[in-house]
């Protein structure tokens, strides 16, 4: 009979949790497809004191770069620092072997930034959060 364990919800997990179910499912990953060349990727921008503006992590997987955090402090927009992280990201997954960037967005957020970066649209889901839209983009790599 298979084991129906306690369910338990959090708000707050332990990060070590949520690191132990990231490396048990990139080992599955790994096991179903024989690609084991995951790697994290980050890229900080910090000031003279060390105080953290801008940066965006992801990580990068068979052929593929997926941005999944790109943040810029309020104070310090639209003076190109998302688009020198962009760029560096597009740098260091080509030098990963990377054909391709994916990430999303919201509408709220930054989806006409991305474009002008050359990233296009590849889906919506709409309400998404409630009253918006969470949209997928790409952007091919070129060698």
């Keep these: 009979m298979p084991d ?73 927009r639209r003076q190109g620092l998302g688009a020198r992280l962009l760029a560096a990201a597009e740098e260091e997954a080509l030098r990963r072997g990377c054909c391709q960037i994916v990430l999303t967005t919201h509408s709220f957020q930054a989806p006409a930034f991305y474009e002008k970066c050359g990233f296009r649209r590849l889906a919506s889901i709409e309400d998404y959060p409630r009253g918006y839209a969470n949209i997928v983009m790409v952007k091919p790599l070129k060698r």
């Excluded at 497809?33 to 940066?55: F, Q």
């Design 4 to 76: 129906k364990g306690q369910i338990s919800v959090f708000d707050d997990p332990a990060p070590a949790d949520l690191q132990r179910l990231d490396d048990l499912l990139d080992q599955d990953n790994i096991e179903r497809t024989g690609i084991r060349d995951a790697r994290l990727l980050a890229i900080l921008l910090r000031s003279a004191e060390g105080e953290l503006y801008a940066g965006l992590h992801g990580h990068s997987w068979g052929g593929c770069c997926e941005i999944k955090t790109l943040w810029v402090a309020e104070e310090r």
